[in-house]
């Protein structure tokens, strides 16, 4: 059984930083697409950021330069670095693996597997 357990959220003060963990089980993810989407309460779920199998990366304009994506491949465990935080970036943040290999996250259509998500909340 596939299971993604995200951990790092938390409440943290306008300009801070924070380091969201996506930590797979149940398969290995090394050549899936991994990523990140948030969802703000009121709005839908929206695309953050995503790495490839060859750590090709992609973002979404809001978080362009402030937001970082990384894997370890080894530790079948993703990461979005997040600094510069904003109050309009607070959300519960989920983490993604693909529908299948070599499959590259760009919409939630692409994503097979999805983590329980963390909060995230950032004070002006």
């Known amino acids: 059984q596939v299971q993604l357990v995200e951990s790092g959220g938390g409440l943290v003060q306008a300009g801070g930083s924070l380091r969201l963990s996506c930590a797979a089980s149940?398969?290995?993810?090394?050549?899936?697409?991994m990523g990140w989407f948030r969802q703000a309460p009121g709005k839908e779920r929206e695309f953050v950021a995503a790495i490839s199998w060859r750590f090709n990366t992609d973002y979404a304009d809001s978080v362009k330069g402030r937001f970082t994506i990384s894997r370890d491949n080894a530790m079948n465990t993703w990461y979005l670095q997040m600094n510069s935080l904003k109050p309009e970036d607070t959300a519960v943040y989920y983490c993604a693996a693909s529908s299948g290999a070599f499959v590259a996250i760009t919409t939630s259509g692409s994503v097979g597997f999805w983590g329980q998500g963390t909060q995230v909340t950032v004070s002006s």
């Open positions: 149940g398969r290995t993810f090394g050549t899936y697409g």
